[in-house]
C-alpha cells in the first residue's frame, strides 16, 4: 500500500547510489531533505529562542497562579501569543521529517519494493549491509568484531551530536521536567540501536544539521 511513496523513493535513491555509492546517497539524499524542510528549521530555532527569552515570565506566571492551573494556561496562551509564538511551536521541523525518515526506514527493511526485489538490501557501508542492525551483527561477528565496531562508531557520533546539542539547551530550572528535555537528544543514540545502518546514517546527519542550525541561530 507504500509503493506509490516507497517506489519513486528507491527510483532515485538506486539511482544515487549508482553514480555516488550508497552511503553518500543516502547522506545526500538527507541533506537534499534538510535543505527541503530549511524554512520549519529557521521557524523552530526562532520559536526556542522564543521561549527562552520568556522563560523568566513563564516562572513567574506559574508562580503566580500555582493553585489556579485553568488560569495559568489562559495566561501563558496570552503570554505566547503577544509574542507571536505558541507552546506548541517549533515542534514542526521535527513532524515533517517523520515521513521522510519512515520511507528511509522502509526502504531498507523491506525485501521487495513494488513487486521487485530490493537490490537496496544488497548494498554496504565499510562491508556492512545497509540494511543490518546491531543485534545481528553482534550476534554474527560479536561485539567487537568489525561490523559491530561500524555500528558502535556511529553511536559515538550520535552521541557527540546529542552533547553539543545539550549544550545549545538553555536552562529553564524552573519549567517541569526541563532535566528531562535536555535528555531528548540521546534517545537517537537508543533509536540507532533498533534501526537498520542506513537509517542510523540518516540520524547522523539530520541530528548533526539540526544542531548546526541551532548553533548558528545562538551566535
Known amino acids: 500500500m507504500f509503493d506509490f511513496v516507497l517506489s519513486p523513493a528507491y527510483d ?4 544515487l547510489t549508482g553514480l555516488t555509492g550508497a552511503t553518500l546517497a543516502i547522506i545526500l539524499l538527507t541533506v ?11 521557524r523552530q530555532a526562532r520559536a526556542q529562542r522564543a521561549k527562552a527569552r520568556l522563560a523568566p515570565d513563564v516562572a513567574k506566571l506559574r508562580k503566580k497562579f500555582a493553585r489556579d492551573p485553568q488560569r495559568f494556561q489562559r495566561e501563558l ?6 509574542e507571536g509564538t505558541s507552546m506548541f511551536a517549533g515542534f514542526g521541523a521535527g513532524l515533517a521529517q517523520l515521513p521522510f525518515f519512515l520511507v528511509m526506514y522502509r526502504l531498507f527493511v523491506s525485501a ?3 513487486g521487485q526485489p530490493n ?5 554496504s557501508t ?3 549491509p545497509l540494511g543490518e542492525h546491531f543485534g545481528a551483527v553482534v550476534a554474527h561477528s560479536g561485539l567487537f568484531g568489525v561490523p559491530s565496531l561500524i555500528f558502535l562508531g556511529l553511536f559515538v557520533l550520535l552521541a557527540l551530536v546529542a552533547w553539543q546539542s545539550t ?27 533498533f534501526l537498520p545502518l542506513a537509517a542510523g546514517i540518516y540520524l547522523v546527519i539530520s541530528t548533526a544539521w539540526t544542531t548546526a542550525e541551532r548553533s548558528l541561530r545562538t551566535v
Not at 532515485?12 to 539511482?15: K, N, P
Open 12 to 15: 532515485l535513491l538506486t539511482a
Open 32 to 42: 537534499g531533505v534538510r535543505l527541503l524542510l530549511l524554512p520549519l528549521g529557521l
Open 77 to 82: 496562551g496570552a503570554l505566547y501569543a503577544r
Open 112 to 114: 521487495t519494493i513494488a
Open 119 to 123: 537490490l537496496l538490501l544488497a548494498q
Open 126 to 128: 565499510l562491508g556492512v
Open 167 to 193: 549544550r545549545l539547551i538553555p536552562e529553564m530550572p524552573d519549567v517541569p521536567m526541563s532535566r528531562l528535555f535536555r535528555l531528548l537528544p540521546y534517545g537517537s543514540v537508543i533509536a540507532a540501536g
